[in-house]
């Protein structure tokens, strides 16, 4: 096959939602049509499976959480799914946030009773700052939810984004009958049941067709010529670069757990969602058919074997053909490395690959060579941008509890910041080192690792810090001037950016008055 026909066939997207809101069931009825597992429940089980491998992982496991996010390569009517699971908890959201630098677009889980809710806000934000193109799934329509034409509002006026309905409700919750598809005017009937896998699918000439009250009784068929009429005149046909722009998200309806809409939201998806698309390093654009290899890391997971001090280090390739045991260049260290062993991600299984294509996400085993945002290339200079940090919510001061482990707390924390579970800002004046999150939950995990991964034992102090902020002028004068008289509230980031620690909101607005000359910025690429 050449390069265009890869690129083709390959579609890498992640799952969204808020904590509940039916992703982890939705992912696995996706995974059930790919043939990638075999019964329902396998992917929670799974799961489960893997937190008794790994020890630190104890924590997530305690709190029923997931803290890890998965890579899962499917094949489904010849197109390779990549699906980039993403931890619903939002202490965990900047690792989210980063798993959205690597995909080409998005399908949204929607809980048709609770609509839009906090986090599902905070990750449209990241997909509108790269106008992903996004999906949006009303899941849950057994349940007795809010009325579809609010929950459209509700999506609209939380996520600032326009929506276009591709498949219709008949009914709710106990009166729920099934959907009309706006897209390919059929009916599909819902009966409630956990293992089947199609739903009955009723072809109509149109939605005028007599055999509507057959299927659906006259009162609902009534309701739903009246509603689709509406929907029509409302929001015409699809204009699928709207979509691909990330301007409007298409919406479904269904049941997850019933498996009801997931076949026509994983069809339509395949034949509307983009394939993987060019990308931006600081030198220049790069398309995905080109014939040069490059790729990012936009994610290392460490211990996954505890016994063995491995990394692995999930890079998204961008372009050309990734062939395992060439030498490719690594940017930032400015040398070249043998790959020579690499991973995929079919399904559950982890399995050695010898080659790999743009949109395929593949994992390199590590020894420390990697940290997130490095980018890999067969000799090009230019790294990817686009997957910055975020100024943290929490702060606290290191205080290391054991003089003897003073090596160990450093080259813990240093591993751990690689990692990306946490940002570490060291103060210019002093030795005083803070690490920033965005919850709480970060620190006990943080705390956790250092002990039984590297037997270092370091306190969270609570410090007065409000906002991390990177800062620039245009003159370096004024820059310099401007450190040396908030010294002791100047930081550097893990890259030797420098920070401003700013300690409450209305001193950062008065300092940002004082000094006009100075730009702040909440997030390290500006
Ligand atoms: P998450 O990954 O987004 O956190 O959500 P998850 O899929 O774990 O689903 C959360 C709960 O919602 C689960 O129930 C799941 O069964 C249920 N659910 C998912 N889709 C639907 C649906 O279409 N209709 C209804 N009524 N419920 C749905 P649970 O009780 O927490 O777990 P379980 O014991 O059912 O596995």
């Keep these: 096959m050449t390069i265009e026909q890869e690129i083709a066939k390959r579609r890498t997207f992640g799952i969204i939602s808020h904590p509940d809101a039916g992703k982890t069931t939705l992912t696995e009825k996706l995974l059930l049509f790919g043939g990638a597992i075999q019964q329902a429940g396998a992917v929670k089980s799974s799961k489960i499976d893997m937190h008794a491998r790994s020890d630190w992982m104890d924590i997530e496991k305690q709190r029923g959480i997931s803290v890890a996010t998965s890579v899962m390569a499917f094949e489904y ?302 000799g090009e200079k230019g790294t990817f941008k686009g997957i910055p940090s975020f100024s943290p919510e929490i702060f606290r001061e290191v205080v290391n509890r054991d003089a003897m482990k003073t090596k160990q707390l450093e080259k813990g924390l240093s591993q751990l910041m690689d990692e990306g579970v946490a940002q570490l800002f060291s103060y210019e004046m002093g030795a005083r080192k803070a690490v920033g999150v965005v919850g709480q939950l970060q620190f006990e995990v943080i705390q956790y690792r250092l002990k039984n991964e590297y037997g270092a034992s370091a306190d969270f102090v609570p410090i007065q810090v409000y906002k991390a902020c990177w800062i620039s002028a245009k003159d370096p004068k004024k820059l310099s001037e401007f450190i040396d008289s908030k010294q002791r509230h100047i930081a550097r980031d893990k890259d030797g950016k420098l920070v401003f620690m700013a300690e409450t909101r209305a001193w950062l607005q008065m300092v940002q008055d004082n000094f006009p000359e100075i730009n702040f910025h909440f997030t390290s690429e500006f």
């Design 77 to 378: 009517e010849g197109i390779k799914i990549n699906l980039l699971d993403t931890p619903g908890h939002q202490d965990f959201a900047e690792d989210t946030y980063r798993t959205l630098t690597a995909v080409d677009s998005v399908v949204m889980v929607v809980d048709c009773v609770k609509g839009v809710e906090i986090q599902t806000e905070k990750l449209m934000e990241v997909c509108r700052m790269r106008s992903t193109p996004v999906i949006a799934f009303i899941n849950k329509m057994d349940r007795e939810g809010r009325d579809p034409y609010d929950l459209l509002d509700d999506i609209e006026g939380k996520l600032d984004i326009n929506v276009h309905p591709l498949s219709w409700p008949i009914g709710i919750g106990k009166t729920f009958k099934g959907v009309y598809s706006l897209y390919d005017k059929s009916l599909r009937l819902f009966q409630p049941s956990k293992q089947r896998l199609y739903e009955e699918t009723v072809k109509l000439s149109d939605i005028d067709s007599p055999d509507l009250e057959k299927f659906i009784g006259e009162k609902d068929a009534a309701k739903l010529r009246e509603d689709v009429t509406l929907i029509n005149e409302l929001y015409g046909d699809l204009d699928l670069d709207d979509y691909l722009s990330g301007k409007i998200a298409p919406v479904f309806f269904g049941s997850a757990v019933n498996n009801f809409g997931v076949k026509e939201l994983l069809d339509t998806f395949l034949k509307i969602s983009p394939n993987p698309k060019p990308r931006n390093t600081d030198l220049r654009e790069v398309l995905p058919t080109e014939n040069h290899f490059s790729g990012f890391i936009f994610k290392v997971h460490a211990n996954m074997d505890p016994k063995h001090r491995n990394r692995i280090a999930f890079l998204r390739i961008c372009s050309g053909k990734f062939v395992r045991g060439s030498n490719y260049y690594h940017t930032r260290q400015d040398k070249k490395f043998r790959i020579s062993q690499a991973t995929a991600f079919m399904a559950q299984d982890k399995e050695t690959i010898d080659e790999a294509w743009p949109g395929d996400i593949i994992g390199l085993y590590d020894t420390g060579n990697f940290k997130i945002g490095d980018t890999l290339t067969d």
